[in-house]
C-alpha cells in the first residue's frame, strides 16, 4: 500500500508545491492536497494546520508543507502536539531531520531552493528512518 503524503502551502510555495504534488504521485505515494490552488495571495496557517492535523491524527504518515521561507509553515505546524516539523532546505538536514529528530513534516522555503534540491530532500526525508536510541529519549522531552 502507498504511503499517504499531505501537502499544502501558500501562493509563495504554490510554484513549488504543484510540482512536488506531480513528482509524489510519480513515485507512488498516495498524496492529498491541501491547497492553496494558486498563487494568489493566501495565509500559510491557512495550509499548515489542516495538513498538521492530518498527519498528527495519523490518517497520513508525513507532511510537505511550503512556503517563502518555511518559517510559517514550521511554526504553525510545530503548535500541534503530535507534530515535529523540520525547515530543510538540503540533504544533509532531510536526513538528519528524520534520522535524529523523528520528523514528520519537511518544510521547505520555496524561494531559497531549487525544484531539484527539494525533490531530493523529500525523497531522503520520507526514505530516512528515525535512528531512535539517544534520539528517542530527546524527542520524549519535546511534547509540553
Known amino acids: 500500500m502507498a504511503k499517504k503524503i499531505a501537502i499544502g502551502g501558500d501562493h509563495a510555495g504554490f510554484s513549488l508545491k504543484q510540482p512536488l504534488v ?10 492529498k492536497d491541501f491547497g492553496t490552488y494558486s498563487a494568489d495571495s493566501a495565509d500559510y ?13 495519523g490518517e497520513f504518515e508525513a507532511g510537505v508543507l511550503v512556503c ?5 509553515v514550521a511554526i504553525t505546524a ?10 530543510v532546505w538540503d540533504k544533509p ?10 520528523a514528520n513534516i519537511i ?6 531552493i ?22 528517542a529519549i530527546r524527542v520524549g522531552k519535546i511534547s509540553c
Not at 538536514?93 to 523523528?102: F, S
Open 114 to 135: 531549487s525544484q531539484e534540491v527539494a525533490f531530493e530532500c523529500v525523497n531522503l526525508f520520507l526514505h530516512t528512518e528515525f535512528e531512535g536510541g539517544r534520539h
Open 45 to 57: 496557517a491557512d495550509f499548515a494546520h489542516p495538513v498538521a492535523l492530518a498527519v498528527e491524527s
Open 22 to 31: 506531480d513528482w509524489l504521485i510519480q513515485q507512488g505515494y498516495e498524496v
Open 93 to 102: 538536514l532531510a536526513e538528519l531531520a528524520r534520522q535524529h529528530n523523528d
Open 68 to 72: 517563502g521561507s518555511g518559517q510559517g
Open 78 to 87: 510545530n503548535k500541534h502536539q503530535g507534530i515535529r516539523a523540520a525547515l
Open 107 to 112: 518544510c521547505l522555503p520555496a524561494r531559497f
